[in-house]
């Protein structure tokens, strides 16, 4: 199974809008409304900011939304502040309990 | 609060198998798949496999096949990954992580960091 597709980087200033795009199959992302979006800092371990394509979790800012479309899913993040700066990495259930991960889009607030 | 507590960092020698322990607590241990997933330095995340702490079955990604045994005991809330013949290349984080279903992970432990040395 190969890993989704994100792209390697993004970048945008304080309060602007930023989407991450993760492209996948119709065997996987476009297969299931079982995406999730993780978040992670440097030295930490992964958070979960989204699930089932567009839920937020509990103490998740609003800021972050995720959508879907075919074969591509979204993670849009409003707002953009400092602490937003991260990694993040989206995955996809496949089969059997089965996921695979996007390879990770580092994002930089300018 | 759900919690999972990783066992520490190990040093292990080019052949050698490691253990790593997941002790979960703030939910109940057997109603959820345990996932867990490792990061090599610099690398993205890599699904290595789940088990499910009520009857013990496992599912374990392809690449780790005959390599990698997770198993559970439910008296003390704790599951385990132990991998054998290590490599180089095994040089990772490795985290467990509760599954909230369809492999969607909520909750993650710390991470253990696995060196390998020849």
């Known amino acids: 199974q190969s890993a989704l597709t994100q792209p390697a980087s993004v970048s945008g200033s304080p309060g602007q809008s930023i989407t991450i795009s993760c492209t996948g199959t119709?065997?996987?992302?476009?297969?299931?409304?079982?995406v999730s979006w993780y978040q992670q800092h440097p030295g930490k371990a992964p958070k979960v900011m989204i699930y089932d394509v567009t839920n937020r979790p509990s103490g998740v800012s609003n800021r972050f939304s995720g959508s879907k479309s075919g074969n591509t899913a979204s993670l849009t993040i409003s707002g953009l502040q400092a602490e937003d700066e991260a990694d993040y990495y989206c995955s996809s259930y496949i089969s059997s309990g089965t996921v695979v991960f996007g390879g990770g889009t580092k994002l930089t607030v300018l | 609060q759900v919690q999972l507590v990783q066992s520490g960092a190990e040093v292990k020698k080019s052949g050698a198998s490691v253990k790593v322990s997941c002790k979960a607590s703030?939910?109940?241990?057997?109603?959820?798949?345990m996932y867990w997933v490792r990061q090599a330095p610099g690398q993205g995340l890599e699904w290595m496999g789940w088990?499910?702490?009520?009857?013990?079955?496992?599912n374990y990604a392809q690449k780790f096949q005959g390599r990698v045994t997770m198993t559970r005991d439910t008296s003390i809330s704790t599951a385990y990954m132990e991998l054998s013949s290590l490599r180089s290349d095994d040089l990772a984080v490795y985290y467990c992580?509760?599954?909230?279903?369809?492999?969607?992970?909520?909750?993650w432990g710390q991470g253990t960091l696995v060196t390998v040395s020849s």
């Open positions: 703030g939910y109940t241990f057997s109603g959820y798949y």
């Open positions: 088990i499910n702490p009520n009857s013990g079955g496992t």
């Open positions: 119709s065997s996987d992302v476009g297969g299931y409304d079982y």
């Open positions: 992580a509760k599954s909230r279903g369809w492999g969607q992970l909520d909750y």
